[in-house]
């Protein structure tokens, strides 16, 4: 799967928490305006898909589930198989 990295971070990383080391991405101004609960959502996915993976789960890997199944919600239907 092709990732699209940048020098300020990658298409995940404001999922990622904070630590002692330094602020998360989520507190971040442009990043406030997120909604908790999209948070919440994506944060049960991943204990999902850790169940079943292991911890070898991505931010991408999530992302892109998250992406197939909004669409197929939206849709009623597969749009993309996506093999996990």
Known sequence: MYVDMVDQGCDGSVLLDGSASGPSEK???PNLT???QAFQ????LRSLLEFQCGRVVSCSDITTIA???S???VLL???V???V
């Open 34 to 36: 997120l909604r908790a």
């Open 41 to 44: 959502i994506i944060n049960d």
């Open 27 to 29: 507190d971040a101004p």
């Open 67 to 69: 992406a197939r199944d």
């Open 77 to 79: 239907k597969p749009f």
């Open 71 to 73: 669409v197929f919600l």
């Open 81 to 83: 198989r996506v093999v």
